[in-house]
C-alpha cells in the first residue's frame, strides 16, 4: 500500500549547521510534497511544498529537494536556530479522488545552542 | 492563524461517554481532514469529507463517526470512549480535490485535546 518513510526519526544539530530530514514515498503517483513543523503542543504548519514538476524548491533557510526517479525527497535547513527546534513532518498526495496525504512518522529536531 | 477554526480547545471526559468535536474550514475550502496524534505519535489519518460527502476514509474506528454540514464545517463524533482515545485531534482543511494546482494543501486547527479519565 501507500507508505512514506522518513529519516532519521531524531536529529540534534548545532546552532548554525545544517539539517537534512529524508523521506522516500513507494506511489509513483505522487505528485505533491508537503512538509509540516510542529512545535509542542501546536497544530502542524506548512513550511514548505514542492511539486512534482520541480526538483528543487527554496525559501530563506529552508529548501526541499525531489528526485521523483528514487522516489525521494528531502529537507534542507541552513544556519539552524534554536527556534528551529520541532518536529517535522513530510507527506505526499497525489491528483486523485481525495488528495489525501500519506504523512511519514516525524522527525524530532533539536538545534543545540 | 491558518483560518481553520476548532472547538473546544480541550476536553476532559470519562470512558464510556460520547464527545463532538468541531471544525470549521478556512472560507472557500471544500475539503475537511479529521486526525488523531497521540503523545509524541505521528499524523494518524481519520476521515475526509469534501462539500458534504465522505471522500476517503483512514484508520477510523467503527465508534468514531463524522460528518459535513451544508456549511462546510465538520463535526467528529467519538462513542464509547476508552482510555487509549485521548489525543490530540486536528482537522485541516483544502480546496480540493479538484485538477487545480493550488487546490490540495492542507491547513491545520489548533486542535481538539481529549483527555479520557
Known amino acids: 500500500g501507500e507508505n512514506v518513510e522518513q529519516h532519521p526519526s531524531t536529529l540534534s544539530v548545532q546552532e548554525g549547521d545544517s539539517a537534512v530530514i529524508k523521506c522516500t514515498y513507494s506511489?509513483?503517483?505522487?505528485?505533491?510534497f508537503p512538509w509540516y513543523k510542529q512545535e509542542l503542543g501546536k497544530r502542524p504548519q506548512l513550511i514548505i511544498d514542492i511539486r512534482s514538476n520541480v526538483g528543487e524548491k527554496k525559501d530563506q533557510r529552508i529548501a526541499v529537494t525531489l528526485n521523483k526517479t528514487a522516489k525521494h525527497f528531502s529537507l534542507h535547513i541552513t544556519e539552524t536556530q534554536p527556534e528551529d527546534s520541532a518536529v517535522y513532518f513530510c507527506?505526499?498526495?497525489?491528483?486523485?479522488?481525495?488528495?489525501?496525504?500519506?504523512f511519514g512518522t516525524g522527525t524530532r529536531l533539536k538545534v543545540l545552542a | 492563524d491558518s483560518g481553520v477554526t476548532q472547538t473546544p480547545k480541550h476536553l476532559i471526559t470519562a470512558t464510556g461517554q460520547r464527545v463532538t468535536l468541531r471544525c470549521s474550514p478556512r472560507s472557500g475550502d471544500l475539503s475537511v481532514y479529521w486526525y488523531q496524534q497521540s503523545l509524541d505519535q505521528g499524523l494518524q489519518f481519520l476521515i475526509q469529507y469534501y462539500n458534504g460527502e465522505e471522500r476517503a476514509k483512514g484508520n477510523i474506528l467503527e465508534r468514531f463517526s463524522a460528518q459535513q454540514f451544508p456549511d462546510l464545517h465538520s463535526e467528529l463524533n467519538l462513542s464509547s470512549l476508552e482510555l487509549g482515545d485521548s489525543a490530540l485531534y486536528f482537522c485541516a482543511s483544502s480546496q480540493g480535490p479538484s485538477s487545480g494546482s493550488l487546490r490540495d494543501t492542507q491547513y491545520f486547527g489548533p486542535g481538539t485535546r481529549l483527555t479520557v479519565l
Open positions: 507527506a505526499a498526495s497525489k491528483d486523485s479522488g481525495t488528495y489525501k496525504y500519506i
Open positions: 506511489d509513483s503517483a505522487s505528485n505533491y
